[in-house]
Nanobody
Framework: QVRLVESGGGLVQPGGSLRLSCAAS????????MGWYRQAPGNERELVAR???????NYADSVKGRFTISRDNGKNTVYLQMNSLKPEDAAVYYC???????????????WGQGTQVTVSS
């Protein structure tokens, strides 16, 4: 069973920074892409940033230049460095991982439980 555990959310003032972490644990062969999504009240869940196993990244236009996604494959952990935070960045942030569990031919999608990010003065 694969488990994703997020940490690092909290309350920050506009213009501030936060770093989110998401660690994968359990029994699996390897992790393909990992990503961060967010969902604000009344909105659909949206992609924030994604990183492949070889380090290729893509970002939502709204966070380009402010957020940076990275990963430590040895620790099965993905990070999201969020700088210059805006009130509109406030949401529950979810970690996502595409995992090869028992075979390298089938990917399973896993989600973390979410971590709240609040941007307010």
């Amino acid at each position: 069973q694969v488990r994703l555990v997020e940490s690092g959310g909290g309350l920050v003032q506009p213009g501030g920074s936060l770093r989110l972490s998401c660690a994968a644990s359990g029994s699996f062969l390897s992790i393909n892409a990992m990503g961060w999504y967010r969902q604000a009240p009344g909105n659909e869940r949206e992609l924030v940033a994604r990183i492949t196993s070889n380090g290729a990244t893509n970002y939502a236009d709204s966070v380009k230049g402010r957020f940076t996604i990275s990963r430590d494959n040895g620790k099965n952990t993905v990070y999201l460095q969020m700088n210059s935070l805006k009130p509109e960045d406030a949401a529950v942030y979810y970690c996502n991982a595409q995992v090869f569990e028992t075979t390298m031919t089938t990917l399973y999608i896993h989600w973390g439980q979410g971590t709240q990010v609040t941007v307010s003065s």
